[in-house]
């Protein structure tokens, strides 16, 4: 009786151990399946934030009508792009880089160069930009009214936007994409201690459209 009690308890042992080993061997399957999902067939967009700016200079002679304003600004941004995927690179045309007020743009002068971005990597680049005296068209009586209510303070609502085509390495799809960065910038003295910067997370829209 103790003889087959024995043998049943050993074999009643052994069928565990082999159900561990193989629930564990199916789950590691299980999970390098999903990894490789997730590295080769799912893509994911870069990931975008402005990591520092300093606005020396940001002033406005109001016309009339608005749209005869000028503006003399001098803006230095440093912009971060993550590329999130575990597999595929991007690449990306020239970046466009506008900086706007109220809504109306004010200075497009900047451009980031075309560039390949490894995957799991961070670009980050600096954009400084200035002008003296410089038309701004499109510039409303709304928009004189938030200048001189921001001017008043010395921190101005600033939003930069990128622009760009991005291709994933391995995919023939090229995809326009654009980050919007809403800043709030304290006017700096030159002579003074900078104000602290507050990282900004930037919004990222991409096309929908197949690939991308």
């Known amino acids: ?5 024995d043998w049943g308890k050993g074999d009643c042992d052994c069928g565990w151990k082999k159900c561990l080993i193989w629930t564990a061997a199916i789950a590691g399957v299980g999970g390098l399946i999903v990894l490789l999902v997730f590295a080769f067939a799912l893509v994911f967009p870069p990931k975008a934030t402005a990591d520092d700016a300093v606005l020396l200079r940001l002033a406005l002679s109001p016309g009339s009508p608005p749209s005869n304003s000028t503006v ?3 803006a230095t941004v440093t912009l971060s792009l993550r590329n999130p995927n575990l597999y595929r690179g991007i690449s990306y045309d020239p970046v466009a880089v506008a900086f706007s007020f109220n809504g109306t743009r004010f200075d497009e002068s900047a451009t980031v160069p075309a560039f390949y971005h490894k995957p799991r990597k961070t670009a980050t680049f600096h954009v400084t930009v200035g002008g ?3 038309p701004v068209p499109k510039l409303t009586a709304a928009g004189v009214a938030a200048f001189r209510a921001e001017n ?3 921190r101005f609502e600033v939003e930069v936007r990128l622009d760009t085509v991005m291709q994933y390495k391995a995919r023939k799809a090229r995809c326009p994409l654009a980050a919007i960065c809403p800043l709030q910038l304290q006017l700096v003295d030159p002579d003074v201690a900078a ?3 507050q990282r900004t997370k930037c919004t990222v829209l991409r096309a929908k459209k197949s690939g991308c």
């Open 72 to 74: 003399s600004y001098n």
């Open 1 to 5: 009786m103790a003889f087959w009690e």
């Open 152 to 154: 008043a303070t010395g």
């Open 132 to 134: 003296a005296g410089k």
């Open 195 to 197: 104000t602290a910067f």
